[in-house]
């Protein structure tokens, strides 16, 4: 039997006919799994690939034989050498991603739009269109963003203020604007056939309202909103207090909004490591306001330094409280500020580990917390 055979598909040899093949293929497996995830990952990474023969024909030992399927045996590598290897490629890989963050991409998304004042009202003029949009170095994909970012331009009013967004669609598609968890008159909620007609691809279509609840809150798309959120039509919202609590006086303002759709895992539509570090001074206050426009659950995990919730969805919680994961719900907001009192960069990432780090090294929903001395 040759080598080739320990990395041949499943699915092109014969099904397994009783349990006790069934065991001995998921044995075979089990060895061959390492080194056809090395093989990958040497052919996806050229810059670190190790000669493929040294993982893959090392000298057979007589002594390690494995039982094939057709009752033969075929060699196993020469353990010691080859895990070396197969180490030395996998941290190599690791380190690469590491050393390129914060890596540089085209485009930046939610970045602070002014609007227009006109008779007192801020006007926000948004088009909403198909762009191209590189989530990370190299990597470019179809977006459907509002005024060329992703996420769309973030917006800030205070509350009391008159806001007027015009929205221009440039899609292929119909689409709507929904303010989310902003309380407003039922005609300006954004969803067709429920409050409005769709805003057809072509048309215009002007919302405007007085700024209501403050908080942390989003606009995004509530039309064929799987696809035109998870592409994309997505933004920060948020309003304001007249007057801002004791807790809120912060030194950073940072908005992370988490998505989980046809661009992979991404903070503010990007992947590690061309996601932004958050950075601070030691002894900084530091803001977040943590949004989920994803249709799965992050845990977002900070090191070196706990989290104080101070507002859920906009809210002041009854009593602000402390952990270092925080779970974020699609459609939740969840407000937090850190003490920014260990210096050091601190890793900040998904809990859920496969949001986050593969074999290849960390990816996703990655970024850093750097606090300087
Ligand atoms: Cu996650």
Known sequence: MTDTKVSSSPATEALPGSRREFLRRAALTAIAAPVASTLLAACKDEDHAQPAQSVTTSPASPKSQIPTEHGGTMPTPAAGAVTATAADQMDAMHEKGIKAFPAKTAGKGNQLMQPKIVSGVKVYEITARKIQWETEPGKMVEAWAYNDQVPGPQIRVREGDRVRMIVKNELPESTAVHFHGVELPNDQDGVPYITQPPIKPGQTYTYEFTAPNPGSHMYHSHHNSA??????????????????????????????????????????????????????????????????????IHPMHLHGMHMTVIDKDGWPQPAPWKCDTLNIAPGERWDVIVNCNNPGVWAFHCHILPHAESDHGMFGMVTALIVNK
Do not use: C, S
Not at 230 to 248: D, H, M, N, S, Y
């Open 227 to 296: 696809k035109q959120v998870g592409l994309g039509l997505l933004g920060a919202f948020i309003i304001e207090p007249k007057a801002k609590r004791p807790v809120e006086k912060v030194d950073v303002d940072y908005v992370m909004i988490l998505n989980d759709g046809m661009h992979g895992y991404t903070l503010n539509g990007k992947g590690f490591p061309a996601t932004e570090p958050l950075v601070a001074k030691l002894g900084q206050k530091v803001r977040i306001r943590f949004m989920n426009e994803g249709m799965m």
